[in-house]
T-cell receptor, first 110, second 114 residues
Framework: EDQVTQSPEALRLQEGESSSLNCSYTVSGLRGLFWYRQDPGKGPEFLFTLYSAGEEKEKERLKATLTKKESFLHITAPKPEDSATYLCAVQTDSWGKLQFGAGTQVVVTP | DTEVTQTPKHLVMGMTNKKSLKCEQHMGHRAMYWYKQKAKKPPELMFVYSYEKLSINESVPSRFSPECPNSSLLNLHLHALQPEDSALYLC?????????????FGPGTRLTVL
């Protein structure tokens, strides 16, 4: 059975304090791994797609990496506006069905 | 333009009401999705439409009835809902190529069932 596990559940950072979020997965046939950011009461905002081990994507203070068993989302020198829930999701079928992890809630304080 | 729009933003309905949620995208995407999200939980897939045909129904109760009038529009008809159906309902769309495709989500409809 496919599984996606995110850790930690919650993360509190000081502004400028870099950290990493983890998404470990056990799936049969990965078509893509996706990172989203979600603010309270809003829809998830797409951040990155990763397809194969060794791939890396960057956007502003965020960098996503992928191995055969897990993905990391690195937040470098975070700012309060980076506070959000970060969701990891995997796709294994051709219909686009996503299986989400439970998310990591990140709070960045000034 | 990577925008998916949803209306209404908020909806309050009684258990005997009939209402509809609407979703629209103009990105030429061929797959559209309905998700349900409860507080502090990830989105749960309800339905997938690909090329305007229902591809996946995740054993959703019949009080939820999806409809895809054309490739840009997706509706979710609601009837005889229960209070536990109160949630954020999200629509998403994707290209649906042979590989993995990112889904773009709308802002959601906050549904409250009294």
């Amino acid at each position: 059975e496919d599984q996606v596990t995110q850790s930690p559940e919650a993360l509190r950072l000081q502004e400028g304090e870099s950290s990493s979020l983890n998404c470990s997965y056990t799936v049969s046939g990965l078509r893509g791994l996706f990172w989203y950011r979600q603010d309270p009461g809003k829809g998830p905002e797409f951040l990155f797609t990763l397809y194969s081990a060794g791939e890396e994507k960057e956007k502003e203070r965020l960098k996503a990496t992928l191995t055969k068993k897990e993905s990391f989302l690195h937040i470098t020198a975070p700012k309060p506006e980076d506070s959000a829930t970060y969701l990891c999701a995997v796709q294994t079928d051709s219909w686009g069905k996503l299986q989400f992890g439970a998310g990591t809630q990140v709070v960045v304080t000034p | 333009d990577t925008e998916v729009t949803q209306t209404p933003k908020h909806l309050v309905m009684g258990m005997t009401n009939k209402k509809s949620l609407k979703c629209e995208q103009h990105m030429g995407h061929r797959a559209m999705y309905w998700y349900k999200q409860k507080a502090k939980k990830p989105p749960e897939l309800m339905f997938v439409y690909s090329y305007e045909k229902l591809s996946i129904n995740e054993s959703v109760p019949s009080r939820f009835s999806p409809e895809c009038p054309n490739s840009s529009l997706l509706n979710l008809h609601l009837h005889a809902l229960q209070p536990e159906d109160s949630a954020l309902y999200l629509c998403a769309s994707s290209l649906l190529t042979s590989g993995g495709d990112e889904q773009f989500f709308g802002p959601g409809t906050r549904l409250t069932v009294l």
